[in-house]
């Protein structure tokens, strides 16, 4: 599967997100706690990471059906199995949440090792302590995390090293339905956090704290079945906006929450875009020539790492010398010797990509090394002189839906060859 893109035409019009896959993958976990009604969650992405965690709830038991195109029913009140299928579970990071999900509901999981895009160390050891502290058990064992609580959780305090986005939400879900109250200390700001927040509020649970350092969660006896719309993508949203930037274009994003792209904002900005900001949109129009810039990657509310590579691709034709630091994955350079088979000049030192602005950048075949390398490689061929073949869409595809199809609807000369993607498989 590949996509073939013949540069040199800046993009112009304007596009609309999807719901954001990172705060899906949580919700629709964590919807499998309400044992009591069904739950109809709205704005669902079609990304396959979603589409396999469907699968993985369906095996434990849960009723999984999308109801409308965005419209997703869950309804758990059968969930009885507390071992989640290895093949499905292992392709994807989100898999984690299961162990949460069902230490929670049945007081016992094994669920296998997650798998995701090789970008650098994401420890489990964060999950591990925190279910250890709420009084499981929890260890590794041939390739799966297996992990039992046969009284129950209970709530406790518990500091969550490096502020991990996803030990974060693992220990939220945990102690949505443990006895007493858990406090996070350190806990990950990001709004997806703030969703999960939301979601589990309605369905009965009491938390209080996300988008701060300190989360109070309040275990409920059981939660109840209920509605939720799933926040817009804003890293799609900040994909989109480097390409329109790297492109030399005007791109409208619209459906976007903008005060969660307030640092990727100021970054365009500094870079030379002219944004006009409203409620819900943001609409950029690129300069003559991209400013170098420096970036460090941070949690939130700090620039995200996983607009990094996106960012780079967008600055490889910047007028001076930009440096990018990564501090959040160490593994987060594979894309770069694919860039520099389009002409980037890009070198990489320990944790930083120094990247030399070149005033052209020229097609060539390239292989998508993950998600966001691959949306480097799409922006960079967007900005490239001739034809660039992006291999490796399966990676892609796991955090963009129809991605040709939007950028298509913004003048890009781009077609896709290969099997049907995850929004044209029948749900």
Same mark, same amino acid.
């Given at each position: 599967?590949?996509?073939?893109?013949?540069?040199?035409?800046?993009?112009?019009?304007?596009?609309?997100?999807?719901?954001?896959?990172?705060?899906?993958?949580?919700?629709?976990?964590?919807?499998?706690?309400?044992?009591?009604?069904?739950?109809?969650?709205?704005?669902?992405?079609?990304?396959?990471?979603?589409?396999?965690?469907?699968?993985?709830?369906?095996?434990?038991?849960?009723?999984?059906?999308?109801?409308?195109?965005?419209?997703?029913?869950?309804?758990?009140?059968?969930?009885?199995? @507390?071992?989640?299928?290895?093949?499905?579970?292992?392709?994807?990071?989100?898999?984690?949440?299961?162990?949460?999900?069902?230490?929670?509901?049945?007081?016992?999981?094994?669920?296998?090792?997650?798998?995701?895009?090789?970008?650098?160390?994401? /420890?489990?050891?964060?999950?591990?302590?925190?279910?250890?502290?709420?009084?499981?058990?929890?260890? +590794?064992?041939?390739?799966?995390?297996?992990?039992?609580?046969?009284?129950?959780?209970?709530?406790?305090?518990?500091?969550?090293?490096?502020?991990?986005?996803?030990?974060?939400?693992?220990?939220?879900?945990?102690?949505?339905?443990?006895?007493?109250?858990?406090?996070?200390?350190?806990?990950?700001?990001? /709004?997806?956090?703030?969703?999960?927040?939301?979601?589990?509020?309605?369905?009965?649970?009491?938390?209080?704290?996300?988008?701060?350092?300190?989360?109070?969660?309040?275990?409920?006896?059981?939660?109840?079945?209920?509605?939720?719309?799933?926040?817009?993508?804003?890293?799609?949203?900040?994909?989109?906006?480097?390409?329109?930037?790297?492109?030399?274009?005007?791109?409208?994003?619209?459906?976007?929450?903008?005060? @969660?792209?307030?640092?990727?904002?100021?970054?365009?900005?500094?870079?030379?875009?002219?944004?006009?900001?409203?409620?819900?949109?943001?609409?950029?129009?690129?300069?003559?020539?991209?400013?170098?810039?420096? +970036?460090?990657?941070?949690? @939130?509310?700090?620039?995200?790492?996983?607009?990094?590579?996106?960012?780079?691709?967008?600055?490889?034709?910047?007028?001076?010398?930009?440096?990018?630091?990564?501090?959040?994955?160490?593994?987060?350079?594979?894309?770069?010797?694919?860039?520099?088979?389009?002409?980037?000049?890009?070198?990489?030192?320990?944790?930083?990509?120094?990247?030399?602005?070149?005033?052209?950048?020229?097609?060539?075949?390239?292989?998508?090394?993950?998600?966001?390398?691959?949306?480097?490689?799409?922006?960079?061929?967007?900005?490239?002189?001739?034809?660039?073949? +992006?291999?490796?869409?399966?990676?892609?595809?796991?955090?963009?839906?129809?991605?040709?199809?939007?950028?298509?609807?913004?003048?890009?000369?781009?077609?896709?060859?290969?099997?049907?993607?995850?929004?044209?498989?029948?749900?």
């Amino acid at each position: 599967m590949h996509f073939t893109i013949t540069g040199g035409t800046p993009l112009k019009g304007s596009i609309s997100v999807n719901g954001a896959k990172n705060s899906a993958l949580a919700i629709i976990s964590a919807a499998a706690l309400a044992a009591e009604g069904a739950t109809y969650l709205e704005n669902v992405p079609l990304y396959t990471d979603i589409l396999d965690l469907c699968e993985i709830l369906r095996a434990l038991g849960a009723e999984v059906t999308f109801v409308d195109r965005r419209v997703l029913k869950i309804d758990a009140k059968n969930l009885t199995n @507390h071992v989640a299928p290895y093949e499905k579970a292992r392709k994807l990071r989100g898999s984690t949440y299961i162990v949460g999900l069902l230490l929670a509901r049945l007081g016992r999981a094994e669920v296998a090792m997650p798998g995701g895009c090789d970008i650098g160390a994401r /420890p489990i050891d964060f999950h591990l302590r925190g279910f250890e502290a709420l009084g499981a058990k929890a260890w +590794v064992e041939h390739g799966s995390i297996l992990a039992e609580a046969r009284s129950g959780l209970s709530g406790t305090n518990l500091f969550i090293d490096r502020a991990s986005f996803g030990a974060t939400i693992n220990l939220m879900i945990a102690s949505s339905l443990a006895r007493g109250t858990t406090y996070l200390e350190n806990a990950a700001r990001e /709004p997806e956090i703030v969703d999960l927040a939301n979601f589990l509020t309605g369905l009965g649970a009491t938390v209080r704290g996300a988008g701060t350092s300190t989360i109070r969660i309040e275990g409920a006896k059981r939660l109840h079945g209920g509605r939720h719309e799933i926040i817009p993508d804003r890293l799609e949203a900040g994909t989109y906006l480097m390409a329109g930037l790297a492109s030399g274009g005007e791109v409208a994003v619209k459906g976007v929450i903008p005060e @969660h792209l307030a640092t990727v904002c100021a970054k365009l900005e500094e870079a030379g875009a002219a944004l006009e900001i409203s409620a819900d949109a943001i609409q950029l129009k690129a300069p003559a020539r991209v400013r170098a810039v420096d +970036v460090q990657t941070q949690p @939130h509310p700090g620039f995200p790492t996983d607009l990094h590579p996106p960012l780079v691709a967008a600055l490889a034709r910047a007028d001076g010398i930009s440096l990018v630091q990564e501090t959040v994955f160490e593994n987060r350079f594979h894309y770069v010797n694919e860039l520099a088979r389009m002409g980037a000049n890009v070198r990489v030192d320990r944790d930083t990509a120094i990247v030399r602005g070149q005033e052209r950048l020229s097609g060539a075949p390239v292989e998508a090394p993950d998600i966001r390398g691959g949306a480097a490689l799409v922006i960079a061929g967007l900005a490239a002189e001739g034809r660039t073949v +992006v291999g490796g869409l399966q990676y892609v595809e796991r955090g963009y839906e129809d991605l040709e199809g939007k950028l298509s609807q913004l003048g890009a000369d781009v077609s896709r060859d290969g099997e049907a993607t995850a929004s044209e498989v029948s749900l």
